[in-house]
Structures are given as structure tokens and as C-alpha cells.
């Protein structure tokens, strides 16, 4: 079982990656962990005649081979304006773009923290549609984490224990989903 | 397998019972099929005083049993205001109430029928936000037929073969991954 | 300047008749209020089939009637399911149907209360895009109420200043937008 | 009255230009039109820490300006993966950064033309909810366009008459309402 992981923000203190790290820990005995940075894989802004004249730049090259590369995604993404942050939406469509489609069929698992009181619910569900309508297979489970801004200790632990169970639990859950589509068996032929 | 299925609307001539019946021929010889009309189980609108003087009225224990005793669930539903049609909510809404939530862990295929050039697609969007926060796994193939009125041949077929195979490949993967999820494995022991 | 203002839940104690009373304190002065309980337009459930038997139930008519009567409307909801509650969904497309959509234009102000931590956020925006849909003009403002067991003081007013705030706020901007709208003028004649 | 007016995507031939286009002449008329093409306000990639170092790009900075200058805003987007285009999502994000927010109180009409059948209009729905958390006043009314690739003429027009009806009438209606919400008078003072 290979996970990709990484934050929806670019940003190196983001309180998403503090929030991976914490789920990671959780998944790191039980799987291959992938960490990605999307800084790694930078790209332009997407635009059609860039893609007409050049194809798709070295960086969305890459995250579509990380991508197809795992049996489950993690991402834990804050929320800019209520939705999706503008640069996990650029790097998600050249993903998308021919010749395949990478997250066909990938169980993902979408966790958000946020300072606010809403826990980046919003943003949260926008990347649910997006990559739904990719034909991601989308986990109900969430990891939620409002007033991000207090919700870590110095070790990078989530004081409240409500908060680390649910993580805990969704990751668990994103562990039985992705193996269960992903072992082959006489119903589930792959 | 066992598999409910039911229609979001009310009226007996709906687009989308003949969408479910087309749905319901491809899956009929795969799986047990529990095909439920919604008048069958009618209840009250949901009232929390209600509730709690009198307990779930009869309609909403039976739908609730039907959806236990499934593994997946079908439902092909009108939009209403682009949105979840007012008894489907309401079915939904007393559903969840406790002891149970019979739609938790339930792998779930949507459809959608209308007569307009958007297929419901919206109100299928507002139903499954609805059941993933119920914790369903609505897996991301849909079947969307617009133009419902001219949809159907005089046997109840879809005339148009791009909509019968959507909906065969979205039955099939409805299939797949409620055949997995269910399955007893040492990775997901249930 | 007649506001037609009423709660989504049919519960005699619901949170979310407090809230209303304490936006409609605020409004009292500047408009003429219409306050209705839902449970006093009691209609059954949507059935398209009833409908073509026998029109449209007395208790939609009069919803229909209350809702064209006025010029904004003020709606305070909870979300069952983190999506509107069942019998709103009812009403409102009940009083959707011919032969007049009562929404048309009407400026509309949406509250949300909740027990839990994200008051109500998700099912205020499910309206949000159902009154939308209806072409009725809801303006960005909300009023959102978190932890709403235990947000009103024995007086029924809200203990937050913070959210006070942001209820006045809202429930001025209402008041600055349907009259700019309702208005007779050069460029905006009705 | 100005309208600041821009299509969603970068390509040059793309069909919602064609669709803004459309609808800027119905509109040239009746209002000043500034004509914003996205990529003339090139900018990187929303990153928190560039900003912090560097403050807001360039173009960010001009395109804030351009939004700030007008009363109101038409905006043709494209939908990606159903959800909003990633580099207009990326410049929301920078132009709500502080010290301003110039998209509050702005009345906003949303067109989308896609090649598909469902014309944009989760794109468009996304958009809507994206500036609706920014305070502006999305109209409800919308001019969508399936299968764009065969929607206009040589000359640029429309060739459907109920798609042109469709464009005229909410470009009618985002003049009506920006111009009462403009406009000064003894309940709206601004």
C-alpha cells in the first residue's frame, strides 16, 4: 500500500502540513508514505495554448507520475475564501490533463485545518467535488482541525484528544477502503 | 450482494423510476434487489417534538430496516430547485435519526433524470453531500440522463447508447466496489 | 417595507425560533414583520401526482401568498444532515410550483443556528443555492450561530457580543438592499 | 456605472472570451466597460510566504485596483474538473489579501461556456459561492452555454436566440441592481 501525501498550501509553516505530519505518523507503520511538497512540482499557471505549444511542463509531469504511482491520497488543505486554494486547484488541473487521469479510482482521504472556527469544512468539501468529479473515490471521513492556530504543542501533537481520534479513525478507514479496492479477488478484478 | 434501490419522487410516472428500472434489468442478475417505492414506507415531515412525544412513526422504522439490510444502496432522484427534492430529504432526515445511522459504511450509486439539459445534475450533487455526511461511500460514477422526456423508448429503454452504457459501467462499479467493502479479508475485517 | 420571516424547523423550541426572535428585535422598528411558523402552512409532502389531482394544499397556497405579499424574507435554519431540513425543502418547492415562482427577486437574509461547532454553515448554504435557483436574491451577509445550546441568555438574547454584531450587521444590510431594489426609480423601475 | 469585465481562462480563443464578448455589447451602451484580460495581470502562485517577503505581486496589486474601480463585474468562466478554473481561483486569492477586500459589496453576473452539455455550471457554482464568502452580491441570474464549441457564429454572435435572450437579461438585471445598489438615496447611504 503506497500513500501520497502532501499540504493544499505552499506556504512552509502552514498549520496543513503540521496537520500531515500528525496523520502521517499515523499511517507510517501501515504503508509506504509519499511526501510530497507542492513546491516540488511547480507550475505555471494552467493555460491552454501553453499546453497547445509546450505539453504539459516538467512539474505536472511529475505529480501525475507521483499520483499514478500510489493506491491512496492524502491531502490535508486549508481553505482560501471558502473554497479550494488556487495553487492545489492549478496543480490538480494540469493532473487532470491528457493523457490520463491519474486519480481515477484512487481512495483519498481530505483532512483541513484552519484557523477559523469552520475547520476549513468548506474548502474541504470543494476538493471533495473536484476530485469526485475526477473519479477519485473520495472517503466520507474527514480530518477536521478549527482555531489550527492553538491546536498543536511544541512537538507538533494535537492537544485535544476528540482531534487525534478523528484523525486516527480516518486514517484507519482510508487504510481499509484503499486495500480492500486494491486486493485483487474473484469479485474486484483489476 | 444485496442491493436497495428506490426513486426520489413520489409521482408514479416519474422519469426516474424508469431510470431506476433500466438500472435495476442491468443489476438484477448480480445481485438481490430490493426495489422499494417511497410510498411504500410515507411518513410525516420531520418534526423533533413529534419525535419526541411518539417516537419514529412506522414509515421511517421500515425504511430504516430496508436500508440496514442492505449492502448498497441505488437511488435515482429528480431535482427540485436544483437541489434534493423535499420527501427524499425528509425520508433521509428521519432516517438518520437515532438509534442508528442505517446509511454509514453503505456504498451508494446515484442517478438522475429530468427533463431540463442539466440532468439533475445538481440535485444529484445536494444527495450525495447529504450521504456522505452520513457517512455512506457514494463511489463517483453517476448516471445522468437530461432530456428525460424523450429519453425512453415504448419498452422503457434508453434510446441513446452513450446513457445505456453509462449507467451499465456506473452499475458495474456500484458492483465492484460494494463486492470489496463487503468482503471478509484480513485488511478489512468488518 | 414588509420582511416575511420564519424559522426551518417545526420544533416549538427550536434554536433557530430564538435566533429569529432576536433578528426580528433588530428589524421590528425599520419594517413591517410577518411572522410565520411553518407548522401553521402544515402541507404533505410533494407528490406530483397529488398535485395534478388536486392543485396546490391549502397550506402551500398560503405560503405562496405570504411569501409574494412580502418584500424581503428572513429565514433562520438549522441543517439536518449538513444540508436543509426536509419539510423547508417541502415548503419551498411546494410554493415553487405554478402558476407563479413567489421568489422572483425577493431579497432574502439567511441565519443558521446549531448545537455543534460549524452552526448550521453547510445547511444555510444549501438554501443559499435552492433560493438562488428560485432566482430570489440572497445577500452575502449571514448570521451563523454555533453552539447554540448554549448561546441565548434566559432573556432569549444572544450572550456574544461577536455575534450580536454580526446579526444587527446582517439584518441592516437586508434592509439597505431591498430598499435600494424596491425603490421606484429611473433605472430601476418594477 | 463601470463594469469590470474579464473571462475565467488564459487561452486566447477561448469560448467564454467569445461569450464575454457577447454580452460586453450588449452592455457597451448602457455603462463603462474597462475590458480586463487575466493575463494582463500576471501573477505567481498565492504563496503566504512570498507574500510576507515580497508583499503583492504586481499584478495583483493592478488587478485589486481594476476591481476596486468598478460598481460592478461580469465574469465568463469555463469550469475545470466542475469547479472553478485554477488560475482564476489563484487571482481571487491574491486580489481578497489584505489591506483590502474590493470585491465586497460589488453586484456580480457570472456567464460559463463549456463544450460539454452542462455549460459551465458547476464552475459557475463554485464561482458564486467563492465570491459570495467575499461579500459580493452574486445576482442570481446567469448566462450559460453547452456545447460551446457550436454555439456561436462567424461574426461571434450567438446563434441561438434563446441563449441571446438568456445573456440580455442578465446583463438587464445586473445594471438594474447595481445601479439601485449605487445609487445614493435616504435608505441606501453609502
Chains 1, 2, 3, 4 share one sequence.
Not at 154 to 168: F, M, T
Request: proline residues 8%; contains cysteine; charged residues 25%.
Amino acid at each position: 500500500m503506497r500513500i501520497l501525501t502532501f499540504a493544499g498550501s505552499l506556504r512552509a509553516g502552514s498549520f496543513n502540513r503540521k496537520l500531515l505530519n500528525v496523520a502521517v505518523e499515523t499511517l507510517r507503520s501501515r504503508a509506504d508514505i509519499d511526501l510530497l511538497d507542492l513546491r516540488e512540482v511547480a507550475m505555471p499557471l494552467y493555460d491552454g495554448d501553453l499546453e497547445e505549444k509546450e505539453g504539459l511542463p516538467e512539474g505536472a509531469r511529475r505529480f501525475k507520475a507521483r499520483i499514478a504511482a500510489a493506491d491512496a491520497i492524502l491531502i490535508a488543505t486549508p481553505e482560501y475564501n471558502n473554497s479550494v486554494p488556487g495553487p492545489l486547484k492549478n496543480a490538480i488541473d494540469w493532473a487532470s490533463r491528457p493523457p490520463d487521469n491519474p486519480f481515477k479510482g484512487k481512495v483519498v482521504l481530505l483532512m483541513g485545518a484552519s484557523p477559523g472556527q469552520f475547520g476549513a469544512v468548506r474548502g474541504v468539501l470543494a476538493v471533495r467535488l473536484i476530485l469526485t468529479a475526477l473519479s477519485a473515490i473520495v472517503i466520507p471521513q474527514m480530518g477536521l482541525i478549527p482555531r489550527a492556530d492553538q491546536a498543536f504543542d511544541e512537538a507538533g501533537a494535537l492537544k485535544d484528544p476528540k482531534s487525534r481520534n478523528q484523525v486516527e479513525k480516518a486514517c484507519a478507514e482510508l487504510l481499509r477502503v484503499a486495500a480492500a479496492l486494491t486486493a485483487p479477488g474473484p469479485e474486484a478484478p483489476r
